[in-house]
């Protein structure tokens, strides 16, 4: 390598003369050395350009190069320089440097040897834009995994030397479990950060094979040598800082906790602000498949179930004791904690991942750039929102870097220092100081802005402060006058919304409130009496909504949820106004409040792509074993879809036949998704029996056929469901082919009876459906589940005629097409059998007339819409025969299985006359309109018969024409 060349003067102009000489001097010394030792290493002037670049930027850099030539040689003749190690290649050349270690002493000089060596090649890639920021940070933590675990296996095998080998009561070997929190933990580890550390072991018991002792004494007095061998300072420096302080109890706590203690702690005693803390715990060292074991322990403790919007004044409470401690400090020009930094950044991705996480596993995401381009395609952030954050983070984490490479420490406030200034512009690309720190403050006032923004502290209205004092028990007359004022009417009125208000401020609910409770109850309750006062019938409205605070009871994320969110409020008061049946439904499921927080996507009319990509998200995450929390997810999505149908009927968004298609949809889809997961399940134990031999072997089909409203796709928001179960015929000696070998018939029948459970019993989040098969073969005394051909037999030989009605609006739903396809064509051939015009009519009629005196109201001076003369059924069952007598004169009649479908294919081959099919349709509509509406209202399908609409007049005329007169 030769001297350096004049043509370099240029790359060092707007130096200081001072820092100009030293980098020229240093360059020339590393020259003659080089030389000297006949090492090989470019003299072209682009690479001493990059290299007075590098050196310029990190003092640290060049004075170890300087001390051993031989790293950049050796670099740059293995090619380490211009990439990225392999996975696993940094740990495999530690491996290599600690085969002879033998001692905690040498074990400690190898490590800090190696991490100097790594840290000045990392440092180089990045200061000479040979490595992007994600390559350098996810080095940088590859880095400490790779010390720690390695670090960690030579010590605990000296200390079982020592000690013995720790074991379970029963006998199970332990091993210490590492989680690396903070960056580490997330692979953004920064180029001199300490690194944050909890210690665990699966469980409690003693050493065997040595000296005895327990087994958290085992793993303490190991914990205290790793740290010693990481932290502390030696002549070689150190390897990491080690922080503890994120464990329980902080620095008073024990160092190393058993899985069990751990788990009792946070669910017991820990903080808010550790919850943030775990979001990206990861296991980087000893048994990590322990530590897996310990974050799935721990993960209902850091994603709740619902959205957790109280994460959003837990964060805002963090930021302003940061915020407090930099302004004392006078820290304002600090990168990652003063304004506008890097923590604001975190703290707007964490606060979405802790709200949503638990109910949307895509954001549990470790990493801060993933989560944030999460949070802009699933909208949760606008799309400029989250550019304008990964740009100013990008910046900000290369200047952490840079500051961090001048000198190998934890620096995070930008220098003062004229010359650094200089220095640290011109490295990151930037031609002086002044266009530096002008773009820097743009990005930090833009994190700043969208932070405040997502932080806002919602503000109360003018009117509604006074109503404070009405929760606070004032003066009763000041009271009725407060709520006179807010719009509850005469005082009779007043004086039952005051009795409510007093009732729910002094039940238990209230009074079992924590200090933080109480708090959010002081800001909800004026917003919530407010809000009710402006409805038409407020006095009712707000018995419905304290109602559902009943229900809520102490739970705090509801309470933060309509505290943070006035729309969500808003939309709670317009749907509880509007229906009982919402009321009901919140009561009972309050984690459906969460679908409050967007009126764009809660009235949405909804497709069947959405609600499915919906349904996917929900449970692709799930354990295929965990029937527990496949069947929570089942009934949270079908609970929130039919709410958000329910208000999109309500405001008059969709009409009565979307609303029935909608309420089929999400049965279908329920449907299929437990068949799915059943079967998932019975795969794993069972095995899928098969039929055929050869090339024509092939897995026994299931399917779900749906009969009635759901056949029709005409569900009410009550219907129960009418099912049955088939599947494929098979051989006698049909038998399974999985770890638990059972025969075929006992495989479909525990398959039918699972999936009747899933879809049936009732869980914390309610059930899903009512689930009726006595509509398969010979009813509640046949099999659950009826093979292709002895279905098709029963209709041939044995099926009543109202079976063969009930098979007109009968289609298959879920499971396996080869069996839907088999069951069309049975369909078709038994609904085109020629059939007698006078006897089908008598059976069919004789059949309605029984219907109508068991189950018609009795009750006098109302209408039942269902059963009544020209309601429903009626209509339905002229259908029925209207197919049953002409499906073998058209057979596109099979295609169809509703009743609005049916009834125009009746009209068009002349079935049934223009003037007759359009009064059926007209009366068929406003019927099941009227019923879903009642339904709404939670009240039963009965109309006042004083005001019997025309359409059921209608209909009774055409009922009496064709299925009584003479045609």
């Given at each position: 390598m030769t001297a350096p060349s004049p043509d370099l003067f240029p790359s060092l102009e707007g130096l200081s003369p001072a820092t100009r000489d030293r980098l020229l001097d240093q360059l020339h010394a590393f020259c003659l050395l080089a030389t000297e030792r006949g090492l090989n290493i470019p003299s072209d002037n682009e690479f001493q350009t990059v290299l007075l670049r590098v050196w310029e930027a990190s003092p640290f850099v060049a004075q170890h190069m300087q001390q051993d030539p031989a790293l950049l040689s050796g670099w740059l003749e293995r090619g380490e320089l211009h990439r990225a190690y392999a996975s696993g290649e940094l740990r495999q050349k530690l491996v290599g440097q600690l085969a002879t270690i033998t001692t905690d002493t040498q074990l400690a000089t190898c490590l800090r040897q190696f991490r100097r060596e790594q840290m000045v090649r990392i440092a180089w890639r990045d200061l000479a834009s040979w490595s992007d920021l994600a390559e350098t940070l996810s080095e940088l933590s590859e880095l400490a995994d790779c010390?720690?675990?390695?670090?960690?296996?030579?010590?605990?095998?000296?200390?079982?030397?020592?000690?013995?080998?720790?074991?379970?009561?029963?006998?199970?070997?332990?091993?210490?479990?590492?989680?690396?929190?903070?960056?580490?933990?997330?692979?953004?580890?920064?180029?001199?950060?300490?690194?944050?550390?909890?210690?665990?072991?699966?469980?409690?018991?003693?050493?065997?094979?040595?000296?005895?002792?327990?087994?958290?004494?085992?793993?303490?007095?190991?914990?205290?040598?790793?740290?010693?061998?990481?932290?502390?300072?030696?002549?070689?420096?150190?390897?990491?800082?080690?922080?503890?302080?994120?464990?329980?109890?902080?620095?008073?706590?024990?160092?190393?906790?058993?899985?069990?203690?751990?788990?009792?702690?946070?669910?017991?005693?820990?903080?808010?602000?550790?919850?943030?803390?775990?979001?990206?715990?990861?296991?980087?060292?000893?048994?990590?498949?322990?530590?897996?074991?310990?974050?799935?322990?721990?993960?209902?403790?850091?994603?709740?179930?619902?959205?957790?919007?109280?994460?959003?004044?837990?964060?805002?409470?963090?930021?302003?004791?940061?915020?407090?401690?930099?302004?004392?400090?006078?820290?304002?020009?600090?990168?990652?904690?003063?304004?506008?930094?890097?923590?604001?950044?975190?703290?707007?991705?964490?606060?979405?991942?802790?709200?949503?996480?638990?109910?949307?596993?895509?954001?549990?995401?470790?990493?801060?750039?993933?989560?944030?381009?999460?949070?802009?395609?699933?909208?949760?952030?606008?799309?400029?929102?989250?550019?304008?954050?990964?740009?100013?983070?990008?910046?900000?984490?290369?200047?952490?870097?840079?500051?961090?490479?001048?000198?190998?420490?934890?620096?995070?406030?930008?220098?003062?220092?004229?010359?650094?200034r200089l220095l640290l512009g011109r490295n990151l690309g930037y031609s002086s100081w002044d266009h530096f720190i002008k773009v820097l403050n743009l990005h930090r006032a833009a994190v700043s802005r969208h932070f405040d923004r997502v932080f806002e502290v919602p503000k109360s209205e003018p009117n509604q402060e006074s109503l404070h004092a009405l929760w606070a028990e004032g003066v009763e007359s000041q009271q009725l006058t407060l709520l006179a004022a807010a719009g509850y009417g005469e005082d009779a009125d007043c004086a039952e919304a005051l009795k409510l208000i007093a009732d729910f401020r002094d039940g238990y609910t209230v009074r079992s409130l924590s200090q933080r409770g109480v708090v959010l109850l002081e800001q909800l309750m004026p917003l919530l009496i407010a809000a009710a006062g402006l409805a038409e019938c407020s006095v009712a409205l707000l018995s419905s909504l304290l109602t559902i605070l009943e229900r809520i009871g102490g739970r705090m994320a509801y309470l933060s949820l309509l505290v943070e969110n006035p729309m969500a409020l808003s939309q709670l008061v317009k749907l509880c106004g509007a229906s009982p049946w919402v009321v009901n439904q919140l009561s009972r499921y309050p984690i459906l409040l969460d679908e409050l927080l967007d009126p764009g996507v809660l009235y949405a009319p909804q497709t069947r792509e959405g609600l499915s990509a919906e349904l996917e998200a929900l449970t692709r995450h799930l354990d295929i074993d965990d029937l527990e929390q496949q069947m929570e997810a089942l009934r949270v999505f079908s609970h929130a879809a039919k709410l958000r149908l329910a208000a999109a009927d309500i405001s008059a968004v969709i009409d009565v036949e979307q609303v029935s298609e909608g309420l089929s949809t999400i049965a279908e889809l329920v449907v299929d998704k437990a068949v799915e997961l059943v079967r998932r399940q019975f795969e794993q134990r069972y095995g899928s029996p098969t039929t055929g031999k050869g090339k024509n072997k092939h897995p026994l089909g299931f399917g779900v056929i749906a009969y009635g409203k759901l056949g029709g796709r005409e569900l009410s928001y009550s219907s129960d469901l009418d099912l049955v179960f088939l599947h494929e015929t098979y051989a006698e000696d049909c038998h399974t082919p999985g770890p638990d070998k059972i025969s075929c018939g006992v495989y479909f029948a525990r398959l039918g009876q699972r999936v009747i459970h899933v879809l049936s019993t009732l869980t914390l989040t309610g059930s899903l459906y009512e689930i009726d098969m006595r509509l398969r073969p010979n009813g509640a005394s046949g099999v659950l589940v009826a093979d292709l051909e002895g279905f098709e037999a029963y209709q041939y030989d044995d099926a009543w005629t109202w079976e063969h009605q009930a098979l007109v609006r009968a289609r298959f739903v879920a499971g396996d097409q080869s069996v839907g396809d088999a069951f069309v064509k049975i369909r078709c051939r038994v609904l085109s059998q020629p059939r007698k015009k006078k006897a089908l009519r008598a059976e069919i009629s004789t059949m309605r007339g029984r219907m109508r005196d068991e189950f018609m109201s009795t009750k006098k001076g109302v209408f039942d819409l269902k059963q009544g003369p020209g309601g429903i059924a009626d209509i339905e069952f002229m259908i029925q025969y209207a197919v049953l007598l002409s499906a073998n004169k058209h057979s596109q009649l099979c295609d169809a299985t509703g009743n609005f479908p049916l009834m125009s294919m009746l009209r068009e081959v002349g079935v049934m006359q223009k003037r007759q099919a359009d009064a059926l349709a007209k009366a068929y509509l406003s019927a099941r309109g009227q019923v879903h509406r009642l339904a709404l209202l939670e009240r039963p399908a009965l109309l006042d018969d004083v005001a019997l609409p025309d359409y059921c007049v209608a209909a009774e005329q055409v009922w009496n024409k064709t299925m009584i007169g003479t045609e």
């Open positions: 010390c720690v675990s390695l670090a960690l296996d030579l010590l605990h095998d000296w200390h079982v030397k020592q000690w013995g080998d720790p074991r379970s009561a029963k006998g199970k070997r332990q091993r210490l479990v590492v989680i690396g929190m903070g960056k580490l933990g997330a692979h953004e580890l920064n180029f001199s950060s300490d690194i944050d550390l909890i210690f665990a072991f699966p469980e409690d018991g003693t050493t065997r094979g040595g000296r005895r002792i327990e087994n958290d004494q085992f793993f303490t007095d190991l914990g205290r040598r790793l740290i010693k061998v990481l932290d502390e300072v030696t002549a070689e420096g150190m390897v990491f800082r080690v922080d503890m302080r994120l464990r329980p109890y902080g620095d008073s706590g024990p160092l190393a906790l058993s899985f069990d203690a751990l788990e009792e702690y946070y669910q017991m005693q820990a903080r808010e602000w550790e919850r943030y803390a775990w979001v990206k715990a990861r296991p980087i060292a000893g048994d990590l498949k322990a530590g897996a074991a310990l974050l799935a322990m721990l993960r209902p403790f850091v994603y709740r179930r619902y959205l957790d919007f109280g994460s959003f004044d837990a964060l805002r409470s963090m930021k302003a004791m940061i915020m407090r401690e930099v302004e004392r400090k006078g820290m304002d020009d600090n990168i990652k904690l003063g304004a506008g930094g890097i923590r604001e950044v975190e703290f707007i991705a964490q606060a979405f991942q802790l709200i949503r996480g638990g109910r949307d596993p895509d954001l549990q995401d470790r990493r801060l750039l993933p989560t944030l381009r999460m949070l802009a395609d699933k909208q949760l952030l606008p799309e400029y929102v989250v550019t304008d954050l990964i740009d100013a983070y990008t910046l900000l984490r290369r200047v952490e870097n840079r500051l961090q490479a001048y000198q190998d420490r934890q620096v995070h406030q930008l220098p003062r220092d004229e010359q650094q």
